[in-house]
Nanobody, 124 residues
Framework: QLQVVESGGGLVQPGGSLRLSCTAS????????IGWFRQAPGKEREGVSC????????DYADSVKGRFTASRDNAKNTVYLQMNSLKPEDTGVYYC?????????????????WGQGTQVTVSS
């Protein structure tokens, strides 16, 4: 079973930073691309970022390019999402999930790999 746990969310003022973590339980992340998605109240889940299995390539949604950076430490079985210059529209529940290849389509990710999410709130 591919189980991941997200952490690192919280309340931050506009312009602030957070670093989210996605940690695997019971399996190695080494072979999987990891996607980050977010869902704001009343909106559909959207892809934010994806990093490939060896960490040498990452994609970003236009809305976060230049502000968010994905990275991974396979030795720690953890993927990170560094979020800088946060905006109120970045507010939402952030999820990570595992897939064989990077995609912004949630259907490409293993259904049982989705975590419970971590809440990010950007507000003054």
């Amino acid at each position: 079973q591919l189980q991941v746990v997200e952490s690192g969310g919280g309340l931050v003022q506009p312009g602030g930073s957070l670093r989210l973590s996605c940690t695997a339980s019971g399996f190695s992340l080494d072979y999987y691309a990891i996607g980050w998605f977010r869902q704001a109240p009343g909106k559909e889940r959207e892809g934010v970022s994806c990093i490939n299995s060896n960490g040498d390539s990452a994609d970003y949604a236009d809305s976060v390019k230049g502000r968010f950076t994905a990275s991974r430490d396979n030795a720690k079985n953890t993927v990170y999402l560094q979020m800088n210059s946060l905006k109120p529209e970045d507010t939402g529940v952030y999820y990570c999930a595992a897939a064989l290849f990077c995609s912004f389509r949630s259907g490409h990710y293993y259904p049982d790999s989705w975590g419970q999410g971590t809440q990010v709130t950007v507000s003054s």
